[in-house]
């Protein structure tokens, strides 16, 4: 079965980096395109980025709120693909999920400090 199991979340100053990783199991990893989603308390989730898959040259597209500080990576040896955020500011704060396909891990928590 799918499994996406998300770490790197925690406490974080306003200005400060962070990166998350998101580890899969139970389907051809580098087949499928990864993509980040964050939930804020109180709000729809919402797409953050993604990085397509090895057969799409690993393209990688983004949110217009997130461009230009965050980015993605992949690890296709490892299964795990990165969310790396830079300039973290409150509004950040948010549960961040990773998703592939239909299927969405639990989510790690990140908590930007003013």
């Known amino acids: 079965q799918v499994e996406l199991v998300e770490s790197g979340g925690g406490l974080v100053q306003d200005g400060g980096s962070l990166t998350l990783s998101c580890v899969a199991s139970?389907?051809?990893?580098?087949?499928?395109?990864m993509k980040w989603y964050r939930q804020a308390p109180g709000k729809e989730r919402e797409f953050v980025v993604g990085?397509?898959?090895?057969?799409?040259?690993?393209?990688?597209f983004y949110a217009d709120s997130v461009k230009g500080r965050f980015t993605i990576s992949r690890d296709n040896a490892k299964n795990t693909v990165y969310l790396h955020m830079n300039s973290l500011t409150p509004e950040s704060t948010a549960i961040y999920f990773c998703?592939?396909?239909?299927?969405y891990g639990r989510g790690t928590p990140v908590t930007v400090s003013s």
């Open positions: 998703s592939s396909n239909v299927f």
């Open positions: 139970g389907f051809t990893f580098s087949e499928y395109s």
């Open positions: 990085i397509g898959s090895r057969e799409c040259g690993h393209s990688i």
